[in-house]
């Protein structure tokens, strides 16, 4: 005789096993094994496809215009020159940041946010200074709005990473200075290092290309 299958009355749980218990497991990881930095990834790569779009811009003006700059001298050098210097070396406090975050060290940590905080805000300041040296309106001409959406692209994902990161600096000297905030830490020097990279090509596009055309 076939023994029927076991019905739950109304109300009733159903009878469960417990498969695994997650109790142990960590709330929070660091690089590639977090969510988090895979979104950043994706971020990355959706800004560094607007970058392109407008790097393919100038080169269509370029193209179509033949005589270039327009109306316009190239940029000065000196406050874009001192930016790429900055910039690139903040990769060192930046690298220093992520190691002692990964390492869960509270102490370098906070030394090195605040660092790299003071970094950014430099960095914005050379960049207001940079964008006087253009010798060109944004409005003027075509070559002006095209050299001030690049300079304005890469000012707006470095005042998002600065933001970021002065938030995350008061945080790790609060009580929330443990746990997540260290893989924090992590997923911001990601950004930062987009930000780095991402200059120089836009650098070489707008300072430098002008006086070699």
Not at 13 to 38: D, F, G, T
Not at 50 to 60: H, S
Not at 163 to 192: C, E, P, Q
């Amino acid at each position: 005789m076939t023994k029927a299958p076991f019905q739950p009355q109304s109300g009733e749980l159903l009878p469960h096993r417990i498969v695994l218990n997650a109790r142990s497991m960590p709330s929070y990881a660091y690089s590639h094994r977090s969510p988090i930095w895979w979104g950043t990834v994706a971020f990355a790569v959706a800004e560094g496809m607007g970058f392109a779009m407008a790097a393919g811009v100038y080169f269509y003006l370029v193209f179509i215009n033949g005589n270039w700059p327009l109306s316009a001298p190239p940029p000065d050098l000196l406050w874009s020159s001192l930016f790429t210097i900055v910039l690139l070396a903040s990769a060192w406090p930046n690298a220093r940041a992520k190691r002692d975050g990964e390492r869960e060290d509270l102490r370098s940590t906070r030394r090195n946010l605040v660092i790299i905080s003071l970094v950014g805000i430099a960095l914005l300041v050379i960049r207001i200074m940079e964008f006087n040296g253009l010798h060109v309106r944004w409005d003027q001409n075509a070559y002006g709005s095209a050299v001030w959406l690049l300079l304005g692209l890469h000012t707006l994902h470095l005042l998002t990473d600065l933001g970021d990161t002065i938030v995350l600096t008061v945080l790790m000297f609060t009580r929330h200075g443990h746990g997540k905030r260290f893989s924090d830490v992590g997923d911001n020097a990601f950004y930062w290092y987009f930000v780095i990279a991402s200059w120089p090509p836009i650098y070489l596009l707008i300072y430098w290309f002008p006086r070699w055309w």
